[in-house]
């Protein structure tokens, strides 16, 4: 029962490189989610996808792009990966549009130097 | 627009104590309230949830929770905490955003539970 699955769990990234954040759900939601965690700010929404074919922006866009995939999988990307997106991102499913609760995976912790 | 303030980044407690975790929201539409607990390098995991109906809410682990809507208050609640609840709680208020429920989630409480 893997529910949400998140890729890698660890990166270490140079400024000014990419990188793709990978994500995937297998409880057939229509709902996903991209977040980030920083020390003392809770959690801070950057994307999400409504259903498949949608994306939206959240609070903290910038500096962000991201593709839902299919039904499955919503990928998070850092073009040019600036220290100050050093954080731990979350990706996270609901089932749809309402005010269902969310399901999260355990983070990809990324620093960039 | 909706907000959530967590009053205390961290409360401490000795084990099988009693223990509040304060939650303020504020939303100008219909309220949807919810706990979610986070353990060291793991992910949010849903404690319990408020939508509608009885205002006291049963979660997981023993916590349970209190909808007041005259003080816009959600606060958690467990009447005898163990060295295991030790972790982050997060409280989120969900809103309409365009067609869809967004949740927007407070900055977190540290549970530090002592022997």
Redesign the interface.
Same mark, same amino acid.
């Given at each position: 029962n893997a529910g949400?699955t998140q890729t890698p769990k660890f990166q270490v990234l140079k400024t000014g490189q990419s990188m793709t954040l990978q994500c995937a759900q297998d409880m057939n939601h229509n709902?996903m989610y991209w977040y980030r965690q920083d020390p =003392?700010? =809770?959690?801070?929404?950057i994307y999400?996808s409504?259903s498949e074919g949608t994306t939206?922006k959240?609070e903290v866009p910038n500096g962000y792009n991201v593709s839902r995939l299919n039904k499955r999988e919503f990928s998070l990307r850092l073009e040019s990966a600036a220290p100050s997106q050093t954080s731990v991102y979350?990706c996270?499913s609901s089932e749809g549009? =309402?005010?269902?609760?969310?399901?999260?995976?355990? =983070?990809t912790r990324l620093s960039i130097l | 627009a909706q907000s959530v303030t967590q009053l205390d980044?961290q409360v401490p407690v000795f084990e099988e104590a009693p223990v509040e975790l304060r939650c303020n929201y504020s939303s100008s539409v219909s309220v949807?309230l919810?706990w979610y607990v986070q353990y060291p390098?793991?992910?949010?995991?849903?404690l319990l949830?408020y939508?509608s109906g009885s205002t006291l809410v049963k979660g997981i682990n023993g916590f349970e929770a209190e909808f007041n809507k005259s003080q816009t208050s959600f606060h958690l609640r467990k009447p005898s905490v163990h060295i295991s609840d030790t972790a982050e709680y997060?409280c989120a208020v969900?809103g309409q955003a365009?067609?869809?429920?967004?949740?927007t989630?407070?900055?977190?409480t540290s549970l530090i539970v002592h022997p």
């Open positions: 949400v709902s =003392g700010m =809770g959690l801070r929404l999400y409504a939206d959240g979350f996270a549009t =309402g005010p269902e609760p969310q399901h999260f995976g355990d =983070g | 980044s949807y919810f390098n793991q992910g949010l995991q849903l949830k939508l997060f969900s365009g067609g869809s429920y967004i949740p989630f407070g900055r977190g």
